[in-house]
């Protein structure tokens, strides 16, 4: 009695479980038959595919600053160089022109520092008409344009004047780039004038000039090794600025034999060297001066006039172009580099805003690596590691009787 008892009231449970579920179910039906249709918007948002994200924007141009420097530029370059100068460049080329007057240490700074921060700059193509004035500092620029890449990582190209001035001796990290020949190619094209002439007995005179070690190392090397039968007679190194001693410079000019005498020196030493040898008989028919493109300065003004005619100097050819066909050059060289990066990465790196912050370097992922080997219009523009172009064309320059370069 008792276990049909509990099998009954098992029963009971079971049925009424399944009746409380069907008026849950219908209930529930009810419920949702008596609420209001859910509003289109509502709709909408739930039928929309997931959302994306937006593909980032790479630079695709590059910002380039074509400085003018010096007072000469301001009735030659007129209006303000645009996108249409360069459109045969690899990349677009967005142009920033900038006069600068003078080319003192802190107007150019200055100048160049103001336009970074405005135009975030992948490099800078500079031309200056450094040498016109006697007081003007030749090397000067090159080492301004050589300290400013050097802390900013920002490619410089010097293409003429004191910027193409070849500097030995370049600071660590530099990337500053000149449109000018090494010591060695130079001292080589000094070699094959004299072996043309058969001028082999001859003297080296070197200011304290940075590099002048090299300079001198370079010679011996080459007289050493070469088979034509060199007489270098004697080795000078003279303190060549104003104020120096200048009876023991003439007491050593004095000692010289040699009728022809390699120079290396700075622009102004030049000036003061000349001066010392004019008092000592150095100067004249019968002695023949070679000196380095360092001391030539500018080859199209008149050099002063201590400079003896008959002089001969060592210079590239970049003064048989036009300023148009310069400056192309340089900005070139800058657009072939951000199109090798572009090919390499896929992209091109944003440019240098800031002076005051000092830059990472690297050796293989820069802009500048890429601006090293340069072909355009045929034309090879590559660098070597120093910063000189690796195949200049090299040219001889002679002072003539109305005090020009016989060019």
Request: glycine share 6%; aromatic share 8%; charged share 15%.
């Amino acid at each position: 009695m008792r276990v049909e008892t509990c099998e009954a009231v098992l029963a009971s449970c079971v049925v009424s479980c399944q009746h409380g579920h069907s008026q849950g179910s219908a209930s529930s039906l009810s419920l949702a038959s008596s609420l209001p249709p859910p509003p289109p918007l509502l709709l909408l948002i739930s039928s929309l595919p997931p959302l994306q994200a937006r593909p980032l924007l790479l630079q695709q141009s590059i910002n380039v600053a074509v400085v003018f420097s010096g007072s000469s530029y301001q009735n030659e370059v007129r209006g303000r160089l645009s996108g249409e100068n360069f459109v045969d460049m690899p990349v677009v080329v967005s142009p920033v022109t900038v006069l600068v007057n003078d080319t003192n240490p802190r107007d150019l700074l200055t100048r160049l520092c103001d336009t970074m921060a405005t135009e975030k700059l992948h490099g800078v193509v500079f031309e200056d008409d450094v040498g016109v004035g006697d007081d003007t500092q030749v090397a000067e620029v090159a080492q301004i344009l050589d300290f400013l890449s050097t802390q900013t990582a920002l490619p410089i190209v010097g293409i003429s004047g004191g910027s193409a001035v070849v500097i030995p001796f370049k600071a660590e990290g530099s990337s500053f780039l000149q449109m000018g020949a090494s010591l060695e190619q130079q001292i080589v094209c000094m070699f094959k004038l004299m072996e043309e002439y058969d001028w082999g007995e001859f003297a080296v005179i070197t200011s304290l000039l940075p590099g002048y070690d090299t300079f001198v190392d370079i010679v011996q090397s080459y007289t050493d090794t070469s088979y034509f039968l060199w007489n270098l007679q004697d080795v000078l190194s003279l303190e060549m600025s104003v104020g120096s001693n200048d009876a023991r410079t003439k007491r050593m000019l004095q000692q010289v034999d040699s009728q022809v005498l390699m120079a290396y020196c700075s622009y102004e030493e030049a000036q003061y060297l000349f001066q010392q040898a004019a008092e000592v008989g150095l100067l004249g028919p019968g002695y023949i001066w070679i000196i380095t493109s360092q001391a030539v300065g500018n080859p199209d003004s008149p050099p002063p006039a201590s400079f003896p005619i008959g002089v001969i100097g060592v210079i590239t050819d970049q003064w048989r172009k036009s300023l148009r066909q310069r400056v192309r050059e340089g900005v070139a060289i800058v657009a072939q580099g951000a199109e090798s990066f572009k090919k390499l990465y896929g992209f091109i790196p944003e440019g240098q805003g800031d002076c005051t912050k000092l830059a990472k370097h690297s050796d293989n992922n820069t802009l500048f690596r890429h601006m090293l080997n340069v072909t355009w219009e045929r034309k090879d523009l590559s660098f070597n590691s120093q910063g000189f172009l690796t195949n200049p064309s090299m040219v001889l320059v002679a002072l003539d009787r109305d005090r020009l370069w016989d060019k």
